[in-house]
Structures are given as C-alpha cells and as structure tokens.
C-alpha cells in the first residue's frame, strides 16, 4: 500500500534533494572559503606592498641626507680653499686686486650664465622643430594609410 502512494518514491526524492542540498551547501561553503582566502591574501599583498612603499620612501630620505652632507661637505670645502686663496692673494697682491679678481670672477659667471641661456633657447628650437617634423610625418602616414579611402 505504501508502494501505491508512492511514499517510497518520494522518501528517494526527498533523500536525493538532502543530499544535493548538502553538495550545494559544500559547494557554497568552499566558494566562499575561496573568496575569504582571496581577501586575506590582497590584505597581506597590499599590506606588504604599504611597507615596502615605506621602506624605500625611508631609503630615499636616507640617501637624501647623504646627498645632503655630501653637498655641504663639497661646498665647504670649496669655500674654504676660496679662503685660503683670498688670503694668500691678500697678502701677496693687496685688497685692490682681489677686488679685480672678484670683478673677474663675476664677468665670467655672467658669461657662462649668458651661454648656459643661449644654450637653453637653441635647445628648445631644435625641439620644437623636431615636433614639427614629427607631426607632419605623423600626418603624412596617416594620409597614406587611412587618407586615400573613401
């Protein structure tokens, strides 16, 4: 009579829906697993990408001050040698030209200065001239390329 109702087919199917249910479910569990695995490992690339940023911004200002106490030494000890220059000058020469080599040293910065400027502009019309070849051959493969079609 049981077999009439079609309870033991439906018994299977309720078993099988279980059991599919539970594979799902699994299923489901490991994606999500999967996903968390994902995030924490973002989390750690970026957390370890935020200290390595770090380090190398700390690198950058130690060598910076490096190249700063380089620097100071340099000029320093230019100055000094420009000291010991003035005063043996002084001594040998007088005040009155030392004062002319000063006048000297500033004509020849000024003319380095004036160099350095016509430099800078000569530069900057070579670079704009290759812009402008550049450009036009840009256009002309494009004319030959795409220009000719209709």
Avoid: P
Wanted: with cysteine; charged share 40%; hydrophobic share 35%.
């Amino acid at each position: 009579m049981t077999d009439d109702l079609g309870l033991s087919a439906g018994a299977k199917g309720i078993s099988q829906g279980f059991k599919t249910g539970r594979e799902a479910g699994r299923e489901i569990g490991k994606n999500i697993e999967d996903v968390q695995k994902e995030a924490v490992d973002l989390a750690k690339e970026r957390a370890n990408a935020r200290i390595r940023e770090r380090r190398e911004a700390e690198l950058k200002k130690e060598r910076a001050i490096f190249k700063a106490l380089e620097e100071y030494k340099h000029r320093k000890k230019i100055s000094d040698e420009e000291y010991k220059l003035r005063v043996e000058f002084v001594k040998k020469h007088g005040t009155k030209e030392w004062e002319k080599v000063l006048e000297l040293k500033t004509e020849i910065e000024k003319i380095e200065k004036k160099d350095k400027e016509y430099f800078d502009s000569e530069l900057s019309k070579i670079r704009q001239v290759q812009f402008w070849c550049f450009f036009a051959a840009a256009w002309i493969a494009y004319y030959i390329v795409w220009g000719g079609k209709s």
